[in-house]
T-cell receptor, first 117, second 115 residues
């Protein structure tokens, strides 16, 4: 079965540079989530989109922005990169958001490992 | 703020031995509970989940977990581990009805299975 695709899988950038991470959800999934996982840390939720609109916002720095496009893929744009941005960035997708007492399983991609030098 | 605590950062165990990975969360209001496994250089994979019903939940790869509301715990167990179970395990909790549907993750427990 098709899974969540993330590109690139690895990215090396210098401080103050910009980076763009891409996420392609499972076909027919309309919701995308971004998480950041620092070395030895738990995944921290950054932001999510449902039907191309931002649906929830977590601890995403102001230097980061994201959007979801008409084909439901999403891009996370990161500017003025800092050493502390080095992490594994996960994208997950689901069919719907499962608000209230509903539940919609999130399927995770393999992640993009960003290294800032 | 709500929190998820995985008490053990690392659990070494010998192959074929039983294992328990502990998870506690901060509030006893209505919750959905999850365990994820992360193999090296891979994404998170859902092992099992508790939404409602029986407090004993069975998942993939022979894992099971028990929801204990009074102790606000959701410990993961396997009666006999295999080398291939070596991975990072994350407990996650979603507090229901609180406005957010985003789960909160614990810090993770590294399960190391020795031959």
């Amino acid at each position: 079965a098709a899974g969540v695709i993330q590109s690139p899988r690895h990215l090396i950038k210098e401080k103050r540079e910009t980076a763009t991470l891409k996420c392609y959800p499972i076909p027919r999934h309309d919701t995308v989530y971004w998480y950041q996982q620092g070395p030895g840390q738990d995944p921290q939720f950054l932001i999510s989109f449902y039907e191309k609109m931002q649906s929830d916002k977590g601890s995403i720095p102001d230097r980061f922005s994201a959007q979801q496009f008409s084909d439901y893929h999403s891009e996370l744009n990161m500017s003025s990169l800092e050493l502390g941005d080095s992490a594994l960035y996960f994208c997950a997708s689901s069919l719907g958001v499962g608000g209230g007492s509903g539940y919609n399983e999130q399927f995770f991609g393999p992640g993009t490992r960003l290294t800032v030098l | 703020a709500q929190s998820v605590t995985q008490l053990d950062s690392q659990v070494p165990v010998f192959e074929e031995a039983p294992v328990e990975l502990r998870c506690n969360y901060s509030s006893s209001v209505s919750v959905y509970l999850f365990w994820y496994v992360q193999y090296p250089n891979q994404g998170l994979q859902l092992l099992l989940k508790y939404l409602s019903g029986s407090t004993l939940v069975k998942g993939i790869n022979g894992f099971e977990a028990e929801f204990n509301k009074s102790q606000t715990s959701f410990h993961l167990r396997k009666p006999s581990v295999h080398i291939s179970d070596t991975a990072e395990y994350f407990c996650a909790v979603r507090w229901v009805g609180g406005g957010s549907y985003i789960p909160t993750f614990g810090r993770g427990t590294s399960l190391i299975v020795h031959p």
